[in-house]
């Protein structure tokens, strides 16, 4: 049977690794076996913070809403609230997009809001 040598894949995954590492400092670019830590603790981050992402970007948007909601004398459980009753089902991201960018509008949907909380 013919002998199997390994240095091509070897070489391979090597240099794949080393290319995912590119722009790191010190060893962690260039030595195999720091390079490879490196490149799969960056992976665990890079799979936590997208979740960590979403996290961030609702609490962004309700900070807005609620910044917003305030100025006319509402909370911003309230105004979620009274969205609810009133039937509106924008989203968070939408509303605060209003919030910021169309107040009008969006003071339309804050008096629709109050109107049907109960009194």
Known sequence: MARIKRGVTT???HKRLL???KGYRGR???T???ARQAVEKAGQYAYR???VKKRNFRALWIQRINAAVRAEGLTYSQFMHGA???GIE???KVMAD???NESAAFGAIIAQAKKALPA
Do not use: P, S
């Open 84 to 86: 609810k009753l009133a």
């Open 90 to 92: 924008l989203d968070r």
């Open 11 to 13: 070489r391979t995954k």
């Open 28 to 30: 962690r670019k260039n």
């Open 49 to 51: 913070d997208r979740k």
């Open 32 to 34: 195999i076996r720091v």
């Open 19 to 21: 290319d995912q590492a």
């Open 98 to 100: 209003l919030a910021m």
